[in-house]
């Protein structure tokens, strides 16, 4: 059993940064890949980014890519989103989430086994 909670959403302008972050806890946080997904109103759920369980491979959807950047700790078992350049369609629910059967950073929602409750992030034009 993994718990998993996300913080650091909120409302900014477009353009502004906003770094979210999630705590894990209940299992051996080196030994999984962990990865961070959205959901917009009226949307399926879609892959944003993922980090390997050592930190060193990451992946990253390509409407994010350049803009938001993963990282991991792994002796605080936390995971951060960086995001930059915010823009209007960034906003939704985002979600981190943990393959605890996996090291490798998939982009596949099927992958992953635990799921953070979901905080919104809303950028304003």
């Known amino acids: 059993q993994v718990q998993l909670v996300e913080s650091g959403g909120g409302l900014v302008q477009a353009g502004d940064s906003l770094r979210l972050s999630c705590i894990a806890s209940?299992?051996?946080?080196?030994?999984?890949?962990m990865g961070w997904f959205r959901q917009a109103p009226g949307k399926e759920r879609e892959f944003v980014a993922a980090?390997?369980?050592?930190?060193?491979?990451?992946n990253y959807a390509d409407s994010v890519k350049g803009r938001f950047t993963i990282s991991r700790n792994n002796a605080k078992n936390t995971v951060s989103l960086q995001m930059n350049s915010l823009k209007p369609e960034d906003t939704a629910v985002y979600y981190c989430?943990?393959?605890?059967?996996?090291?490798?950073?998939?982009?596949?929602?099927?992958?992953?086994?635990?799921w953070g409750p979901g905080l919104q992030v809303t950028v304003s034009s």
């Open positions: 209940g299992r051996t946080f080196s030994s999984y890949a």
């Open positions: 980090i390997g369980r050592s930190g060193s491979m990451t």
């Open positions: 989430a943990a393959a605890i059967n996996s090291g490798w950073p998939s982009y596949a929602i099927r992958g992953y086994d635990y």
